[in-house]
């Protein structure tokens, strides 16, 4: 079993930046794909950016390509979103996930989630 605890979200004005932070728990993260998803009220829940065990394979939703990096620390069991040139558009509640590879991140095949944190960006 896999806890794990998203933080970092908070009020950011357009422009700005955040960086999301992802703690695992009871396990550890070194064989999972990891990912992030969000949702925006009234809206489902998408992918975001996903990142392979290894940390090397990476991938993002068309929307956040040039902007949002994610990056895993298999030594700390963690994973990071960084988020650059947030627009009105990014505000939502964000998610982070484990999955077995990061073709079940990209297509929701998800097996842990985290609790969510709260991302809202001001114009």
């Known amino acids: 079993q896999v806890q794990l605890a998203e933080s970092g979200g908070g009020l950011v004005q357009a422009g700005g930046s955040l960086r999301l932070s992802c703690a695992a728990s009871g396990r550890t993260l070194r064989t999972y794909a990891m990912g992030w998803f969000r949702q925006a009220p009234g809206k489902e829940r998408e992918f975001v950016a996903g990142?392979?065990?290894?940390?090397?394979?990476?991938d993002y939703v068309e929307s956040v390509k040039g902007r949002f990096t994610i990056s895993k620390n298999n030594a700390a069991n963690t994973v990071y979103l960084q988020m650059n040139s947030l627009k009105p558009e990014d505000t939502a509640v964000y998610y982070c996930?484990?999955?077995?590879?990061?073709?079940?991140?990209?297509?929701?095949?998800?097996?842990?989630w985290g609790q969510g944190t709260q991302v809202t960006v001001s114009s």
């Open positions: 996930a484990a999955a077995t590879n990061i073709g079940s991140v990209r297509t929701g095949k998800i097996d842990y």
């Open positions: 990142v392979s065990w290894s940390g090397i394979g990476k």
